[in-house]
């Protein structure tokens, strides 16, 4: 007796398996490395590269990569270009590693990435595969301590009109997709393989403070500021002047309509006339005239494009004038308490001299005995102990202890 | 009587301070080719690429595994393998040269000279890299030789392998950040807030650990150290002598400038959906 459950190999091959959506990258520690390796090494220029992996239900594993060079625009070096990508895929599949495209990776200044050629490029990566990942890493923002990576995908359905060519408002406000819906960024966790994990921790540095807190803690980060605002002031620029575009379409629209109405009621009143006088009427349309051609809708794609582009300079703007908003308060505090604490060590010092020149000019045998006492302590190596002494450094921790006080506030 | 010949035995010492520095991503693809090495393999060999500053210390940046077979009596390494992955990675990053190669596993072993010995054809003095992936000594230990000649009198005898200061660099993998590193598994990078309030907790550790230390110092449970007092009050006294209204003055200003980027993006953003409303609700009637 068959069994109700098991289904027949027929079944199974002819039901479609269901994408599940995808949920999350999960990018290797090695990956990270060599992306930004190779986008500082060639900053600022921006540099391209494919990215290799495993496509696992819901998460897309991404486990190598490699870097593409850089294309100069000639027809021969094309063929170059396929031929290096499909070397390194059989070089790299004879040390056992996964063979499988995943998509690419791409450097970007100040996160202006957001073109037309990069929808292009989705689309052509679409094609072929299934699921496919970009991975933008934007190297002058990772100078100021945070590590800017993002994995971002085309949403399905912009993706549908895209391939329809379809950018009216008609067809926009029907699937009310905005410019928020072109691209969708998905999250990324970062895994290392246990082998690495462990030469990581025996590696790292001793020191309790590494090189992304200077970065972090730096007060001198205007030239970062100043260019993303310069960057968007250009955006915002072109948006206006797409802004005219559309200004410009619909004062043309309504004119013709105005124009087409007139022209109806001119031969209606024809039509009138010659029903009077017992002729055939004229039609009420009339294709060769110019004024009946539809003029063609603007395209909205750029004015969303450039509108995300606007979106992301002031997202980073918010973050990390934030950041640095509360490194500069911090600092300011802390300062503050520093001066006091290096006006009185001057102070310390000049009083330290003080009685050191009265002690000298003492000439009693007690005077000369404690003069004696404390010159040996100052040549000696207790001179920390002689400011001590004086209670000073003692005052100097209590300082610090506001100073500490005054961070946590 | 016959003249007593040298029967010292020579070594020619390498060129006066050779020394090695290894960045993060070539341990990175090293552990990475180990862990996925064919079955039979019991090692991993590669060629490491980089260059060579003026002063000979050579800076190893890159690398690459190449298929190799080892038995007891032979060993056979892809030579063409070799030569293709060389061509694509000079096809992107031209400067990069081969410095060496490296194997994994503790020391150096036999047939590990004739692998060099093909390496010195390619490049003069190579670099050999030894990675301890099965953790010999209870630790990672990393380390570079570099090959000398032995030779008595005029005939060559052997050649030995000299261990040559390595410097790990691991200031790029600590831009990442260590913890993202580290553990096997990490949910979510950073963002700037999270980012800069981990800085502010370790630069408070940092400040308890010297507050710590001054007050052991006063209470006399420390021995005083000249040295890190007067560092101490050297850090303190760098910050440039300001007036305190003028230094007032210019952190305030900083703030504002601040304050106004904020509240200028605030704007814009609200700007944007404005011109989007505008741009797609306006209907033909």
Redesign the interface.
Known sequence: MANPMARSFLQVAATEEVASPLRVVQI???V???I???CK?FSPALVTGQLLGLDVGSVLEVT?CF????REEDEEIEADGAN?QL??MR?LR????DNNTVGWYQSTLLGSFQTVELIETFMNYQENIRRCVCIIYDPSR?NQ???A?KALKLSDSFMDLYRNNNFT?EK??EKNL??VDIFEEI???????????????????DT??????Y???QLSTNPY?ERN?EF?IEC?DD?SME?QK?QFY?RN?SRQ?AQQQAWIQKRRAENMARKAAGEEPLPEEDPSNPIFKPAPEPS?LD?FLI?NQ??N???Q????????????????SS??L??E??AF?TQAKHAIDFIIETMKSDNTASGRKMWQDVSDRVQG?????V??EFSS??L??QK??L??RG??A | MVAIEQTVLQFHPSSASLSAKVHPVVIFNICDCYVRRPDQAERVIGTLLGSISPDGTVDIRNSFAVPHNESSDQVALDIDYHHNMLLSHQKVNPKEVIVGWYSTGFGVSAGSALFHEFYSREVSNPVHLTVDTGFNNGEATVKAFVSVNLSLGDRQIAAQFQEIPLDLRMIEAGRVGFDILKTTMVDKLPNDLEGMEASMERLLALIDDVSKYVDDVVERRVAPDNSIGRFISDTIASVPKISPPAFDKLVNDSLQDHLLLLYLSSITRTQLSLAEKLNTAAQIL
């Open positions: 290797e520690g090695l990270i490395l060599k930004i390796k190779h090494e190598n870097p593409f060079p850089i290096y070397e390194m070089c004879e040390v056992n590693v990772s301590g945070v590590l990576l408002g926009l406000r905005s410019w999250p990324i966790k970062v895994s290392n393989s246990a082998l690495i994990s462990a030469f990581m921790t025996e590696l790292e540095a309790p403070v590494t090189q992304c807190d970065d972090r803690l500021m605002v968007l915002m948006l802004q559309f619909y629209l309509q909205r004015s509108t606007i979106a300079y002031c997202n703007i918010n973050g990390f004038g934030a950041s640095e908003f509360s490194a500069l308060s911090f600092c300011s300062l503050r520093q001066f604490i290096s060590l190596r207790k001179s920390l102990e400011i001590g450094i003692r100097l921790g610090l202890k100073f500490r961070l946590l």
